[in-house]
Nanobody, 125 residues
């Protein structure tokens, strides 16, 4: 059974930082492209960042470029999203997902087959 479990969300003030984690199990994580998405109330789910199988290639949405960093530890089957200089507009539920190889470092949600349950990030002020 494929499982993706996010953790690390919470409430911070504008300018603060959080590090999200995603623990993967039930599949060969080290050969899977991965990504982070977020969804704010009333909005569509949007791609935030993506990463290749070994972490060599990363991609970011313009809204988070320079503030967020995606990384992975294949020895621990864990995906990370370091979020710095947080803004109120970053408030959303954040999901990790396995990306199709054909769109490994893309940001679109099309073709996603496995999602985590999501973790809430709230940025005040």
């Amino acid at each position: 059974q494929v499982q993706l479990v996010e953790s690390g969300g919470g409430s911070v003030q504008t300018g603060g930082s959080l590090r999200l984690s995603c623990a993967a199990s039930g599949y060969t994580y080290s050969t899977s492209c991965m990504g982070w998405f977020h969804q704010a109330p009333g909005k569509e789910r949007e791609g935030v960042a993506s990463i290749s199988t070994r972490g060599t290639y990363n991609n970011y949405a313009d809204s988070v470029k320079g503030r967020f960093t995606i990384s992975r530890d294949n020895t621990k089957n864990t995906l990370y999203l370091q979020m710095n200089t947080l803004k109120p507009e970053d408030t959303a539920v954040y999901f990790c997902a396995r990306r199709p190889l054909a769109s490994c470092t893309g940001l679109a949600a099309e073709g996603i087959d496995y999602w985590g349950q999501g973790t809430q990030v709230t940025v005040s002020s």
